[in-house]
């Protein structure tokens, strides 16, 4: 049975209010779907029971674990590749140029899922910058879901997941197999601390960055949103840091103190009046 009217435009409020995703009329059938999975999860049969059920004791764990259900996680190893490209060519380069005296680097993924996007950074500088293997290099990534953090951490990874991106000599270097899965070795794990962090709640531990990846997760939110977390970005970005977003997002429209750098196929931003 589809969802209610009713039933539909509860959990919209609520997952717009616990985590800003905005789900528009048309996206029934995704919500249904997604909480028909939950409920079975959790030994209930529909959605509407995990709806009633949420109503009826308005309980923390059951509605995080309802907005949870709400994320979209899809990520791969070097997605759209031409980003990497940018920090490989351009972004890191410039920054090490800057931070020589200092030797530090602090980059923070936000909306990191099960850290692909992370671990292709913590790859790239490893293969392409042996010499910061001298330098503090920090990696942050943070996420609103438990889950794909938990996942994350363990850096374990299906065939058809290393398949999606991954260079195969990089399988080989970073990786090892474990079963039927492949690991990232432990010293590529280290390189990165997973964190749970809603972009709509309070941003510690993120100040000071050098790099902000920040993909494929601003097309969620509505503009009022989009607005107050590309204000935020600029808070805690470093004057000539870099601001990467996503194929299909940009500040453009949005905030108009940026300015965009363009780098190969793809484009950064940095905060105006570097
Ligand atoms: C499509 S994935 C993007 C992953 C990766 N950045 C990439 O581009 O491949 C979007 C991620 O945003 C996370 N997300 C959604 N709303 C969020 C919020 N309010 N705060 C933090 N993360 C959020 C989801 O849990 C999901 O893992």
Redesign the pocket.
């Given at each position: 049975m589809p969802i209610s009217p009713t039933d539909f435009d509860f959990v919209r409020a609520m997952v717009r209010k616990e985590?800003?995703?905005a789900l528009d009329p048309g996206k029934e059938y995704l919500v249904e779907s997604r909480l028909t999975t939950l409920a079975r999860q959790l030994g209930l049969v529909t959605a509407d029971q995990l709806i009633e059920e949420v109503r009826r004791k308005p309980d923390n764990g059951l509605r995080y674990k309802i907005v949870e259900a709400m994320?979209?996680?899809?990520?791969?190893f070097f997605?759209d590749v031409a980003p990497f490209d940018a920090l490989r060519e351009h972004v890191l380069p410039d920054l090490i140029a800057r931070r020589a005296a200092q030797n530090s680097l602090r980059i923070w993924?936000?909306?990191?899922?099960t850290g692909?996007?992370p671990y292709s950074l913590a790859m790239l500088i490893r293969e392409h910058f042996p010499a910061l293997a001298s330098w503090r290099v920090e990696i942050v990534a943070?996420?609103?879901?438990r889950e794909?953090l938990d996942r994350a951490r363990t850096g374990r990874y299906s065939q058809l997941e290393v398949n999606r991106g991954l260079p195969a000599s990089m399988l080989v270097k970073y990786f090892e197999k474990e079963g039927i899965a492949w690991r990232v070795k432990a010293p590529l794990r280290d390189m990165v601390t997973f964190r749970e962090?809603?972009?709509?709640g309070s941003w510690t531990g993120v100040d000071n960055a050098d790099i902000v990846m920040m993909?494929?997760?601003l097309i969620?939110f509505d503009v009022t949103i989009k607005k107050q977390i590309l204000a935020n970005v600029r808070r805690v970005l470093r004057a000539d840091g870099y601001f990467m977003l996503?194929s299909a997002e940009s500040t453009m429209n949005i905030d108009d103190k940026y300015t965009r750098v363009p780098v190969g196929r793809t484009s950064c931003y940095q905060p105006l009046g570097l």
């Amino acid at each position: 049975m589809p969802i209610s009217p009713t039933d539909f435009d509860f959990v919209r409020a609520m997952v717009r209010k616990e985590s800003a995703i905005a789900l528009d009329p048309g996206k029934e059938y995704l919500v249904e779907s997604r909480l028909t999975t939950l409920a079975r999860q959790l030994g209930l049969v529909t959605a509407d029971q995990l709806i009633e059920e949420v109503r009826r004791k308005p309980d923390n764990g059951l509605r995080y674990k309802i907005v949870e259900a709400m994320t979209t996680n899809e990520t791969s190893f070097f997605r759209d590749v031409a980003p990497f490209d940018a920090l490989r060519e351009h972004v890191l380069p410039d920054l090490i140029a800057r931070r020589a005296a200092q030797n530090s680097l602090r980059i923070w993924c936000g909306a990191a899922s099960t850290g692909q996007e992370p671990y292709s950074l913590a790859m790239l500088i490893r293969e392409h910058f042996p010499a910061l293997a001298s330098w503090r290099v920090e990696i942050v990534a943070t996420d609103i879901s438990r889950e794909v953090l938990d996942r994350a951490r363990t850096g374990r990874y299906s065939q058809l997941e290393v398949n999606r991106g991954l260079p195969a000599s990089m399988l080989v270097k970073y990786f090892e197999k474990e079963g039927i899965a492949w690991r990232v070795k432990a010293p590529l794990r280290d390189m990165v601390t997973f964190r749970e962090m809603n972009l709509i709640g309070s941003w510690t531990g993120v100040d000071n960055a050098d790099i902000v990846m920040m993909r494929n997760v601003l097309i969620y939110f509505d503009v009022t949103i989009k607005k107050q977390i590309l204000a935020n970005v600029r808070r805690v970005l470093r004057a000539d840091g870099y601001f990467m977003l996503g194929s299909a997002e940009s500040t453009m429209n949005i905030d108009d103190k940026y300015t965009r750098v363009p780098v190969g196929r793809t484009s950064c931003y940095q905060p105006l009046g570097l």
